[in-house]
């Protein structure tokens, strides 16, 4: 069902689009434009940044390759503690609040997820508001970018869940079972994917802060509920971050919405000796 859903929502795109886009990006008034001017504006800026984002690596050197074998290599590593972290997560089940729990599985889910962001983008739409439209894109596009490679992913692999007993590196590639759809994380994707967009446009670092700690809500629930493995969660994040941050940046450079500000933070995938993690650069 998953699965299907993330699919509907990339044909919509990509339906839509054919109708109404232009075949590059292009420029208009952002204040004197009709609302379905902006409206289709914004669904070309969405096709244009999943476009690219898809074609990425097309356009990849040696120091993005190095950056994916760094991200395969570190997640291969994770996966050593995987057992220790499950452990450790269920220890926590009874003492994790309930509503956070309940808030985790809720705003993961793609219904609820595709809903929140569509009151977003329609609120900067109607207000006409350039920095909430921008966001809205880039989440919409992240999204649609990082759910299709998370379902192809989750399908390729056949992880075991936790739940099932069978261990951290049980696989049944293709299989339709549940219990084999663990990696990656989809709530992870979703709930990241949506907060980093959110974050990196915003300067208050206090701000920032509690966005990503709402965004981290999903993957700890997730964690807690027996449903994904560490590296579940580690590499879906990662997969995140790189996603917003590539369209984020191809955006920005064609000046999308007329509003451009650089982030403040760089996130880089880190991987060498004795340490493995993301990095931001302020």
């Known amino acids: 069902m998953l699965k299907n859903k993330y699919v509907i929502v990339f044909v919509t795109v990509?339906?839509?689009?054919?109708?109404?886009?232009?075949?590059?990006?292009?420029?208009?008034?952002?204040?004197?434009?009709?609302?379905?001017?902006?409206?289709?504006?914004?669904?070309?800026?969405?096709?244009?940044?999943?476009?690219?984002?898809?074609?990425?690596?097309?356009?990849?050197?040696?120091?993005?390759?190095?950056?994916?074998?760094?991200?395969?290599?570190?997640?291969?590593?994770?996966?050593?503690?995987?057992?220790?972290?499950?452990?450790?997560?269920?220890?926590?089940?009874?003492?994790?609040?309930?509503?956070?729990?309940?808030?985790?599985?809720?705003?993961?889910?793609?219904?609820?997820?595709?809903?929140?962001?569509a009151g977003l983008y329609g609120f900067g739409l109607l207000t006409k508001n350039e920095k909430v439209r921008y966001t809205s894109v880039l989440i919409i596009s992240s999204s649609v970018t990082s759910g299709f490679i998370q379902s192809l992913a989750k399908n390729a692999f056949g992880r075991a869940r936790p739940g099932t007993d069978l261990g951290p590196y049980d696989?049944?590639?293709?299989?339709?079972?549940?219990?084999?759809?663990?990696?990656?994380?989809?709530?992870?994707?979703?709930?990241?994917t949506m907060a980093h967009a959110i974050a990196k446009q915003v300067k208050n670092p206090w701000l920032k802060s509690g966005i990503y700690a709402i965004g981290s809500i999903p993957p700890i629930s997730r964690l807690i509920d027996n449903a994904h493995w560490f590296t579940d969660i580690a590499f879906s994040?990662?997969?995140?971050?790189?996603?917003?941050?590539?369209?984020?940046?191809?955006?920005?450079?064609?000046?999308?919405?007329?509003?451009?500000?650089?982030?403040?933070?760089?996130?880089?995938?880190?991987?060498?000796?004795?340490k493995i993690g993301l990095i931001g650069s302020f």
């Open 171 to 192: 696989f049944k590639p293709f299989s339709k079972e549940g219990g084999q759809h663990s990696f990656p994380s989809g709530h992870t994707v979703l709930s990241i």
């Open 14 to 117: 990509f339906t839509i689009q054919a109708g109404i886009s232009q075949n590059k990006l292009y420029t208009i008034d952002q204040d004197s434009s009709s609302t379905w001017s902006l409206l289709k504006y914004d669904v070309n800026t969405t096709w244009h940044g999943v476009k690219h984002a898809f074609t990425s690596p097309i356009r990849w050197k040696g120091k993005d390759y190095a950056k994916l074998g760094g991200l395969i290599i570190g997640t291969a590593t994770l996966s050593l503690a995987d057992e220790s972290i499950n452990e450790f997560a269920l220890r926590q089940k009874t003492d994790y609040p309930s509503i956070a729990r309940d808030f985790g599985w809720y705003f993961g889910s793609p219904q609820n997820y595709f809903m929140a962001n």
């Open 237 to 274: 994040t990662a997969l995140s971050i790189i996603v917003v941050d590539s369209i984020d940046a191809f955006l920005k450079k064609n000046n999308a919405h007329g509003w451009h500000k650089d982030s403040r933070i760089s996130w880089n995938f880190t991987f060498s000796g004795n």
